[in-house]
């Protein structure tokens, strides 16, 4: 069974920095492209970035660049999202899923953390 | 960046009748389109990708048409359990800037 399991989730003040983890199983984590997918409390779904299956690409959406970086440890199954300068509007719960190439649907999801950036 | 809109908001149907979203680019995806359904306290789930194929373990009763700018999910008699929202996704461009439309809640009647 496909297991994707998010974690790092809490309360944050404006600028602070919170690392989130995804730990995968039950399928050949090395083989999909990772991406975070977050959600701010009742609005929709906004993409934040994904990450090639070597690591060596890496995309993000124009509002996180430069804030947040995301990483992955295939020997672990493990995907990171390091979020710095932090801000309200980054307030969300973050999914992870995976998908078969960068720009492409996601076929398994996580269920989610949330982060809340709050003073 | 392409804009996806969806309509309506808010869609109130009655069990065992049909649904039709509907979703609309800004400019044109192809058939680079999918659809998730996500229950409230849930995560999204695929249904739909390449604008019609359904995915994995996904009743007949979800179908998917369109190509280009104009896409519509209908769900051909709605079960319990489909009382949700839902949500289309365009994967058209690259470097990857993957959006969504804002949404369209089903609810019962």
């Known amino acids: 069974e496909v297991q994707l399991v998010e974690s790092g989730g809490g309360l944050v003040q404006p600028g602070g920095s919170l690392r989130l983890s995804c730990a995968a199983s039950?399928?050949?984590?090395?083989?999909?492209?990772m991406s975070w997918v977050r959600q701010a409390p009742g609005k929709g779904l906004e993409w934040v970035a994904n990450?090639?299956?070597?690591?060596?690409?890496?995309y993000y959406v124009d509002s996180v660049k430069g804030r947040f970086t995301i990483s992955r440890d295939n020997a672990k199954n493990s995907l990171y999202l390091q979020m710095n300068s932090l801000r309200a509007e980054d307030t969300a719960v973050y999914y992870c899923?995976?998908?078969?190439?960068?720009?492409?649907?996601?076929?398994?999801w996580g269920q989610g953390t949330l982060v809340t950036v709050s003073s | 960046e392409i804009v996806m809109t969806q309509s309506p908001a808010t869609l109130s149907v009655s069990p065992g009748e049909r649904a039709t979203l509907s979703c609309r680019a800004s400019?044109?995806?192809?058939?680079?389109l999918a659809w998730y359904q996500q229950k409230p306290g849930q995560a999204p789930r695929l249904l739909i990708y390449?604008?019609?194929t359904r995915a994995t373990g996904i009743p007949a009763r979800f179908s998917g048409s369109g190509s280009g700018t104009e896409f519509t999910l209908t769900i051909s008699s709605l079960q319990s359990e489909d009382f949700a929202v839902y949500y289309c996704?365009?994967?058209?461009?690259?470097?990857?800037?993957?959006?969504f439309g804002g949404g369209t809640k089903v609810e019962i009647k």
């Open positions: 899923a995976s998908s078969a190439s960068s720009s492409s649907w996601w076929n398994y």
């Open positions: 039950g399928f050949t984590f090395s083989s999909y492209w």
């Open positions: 990450i090639k299956q070597d690591g060596s690409e890496k």
């Open positions: 400019q044109s995806v192809s058939s680079n």
């Open positions: 390449g604008a019609s």
């Open positions: 996704q365009q994967y058209n461009n690259w470097p990857p800037r993957l959006t």
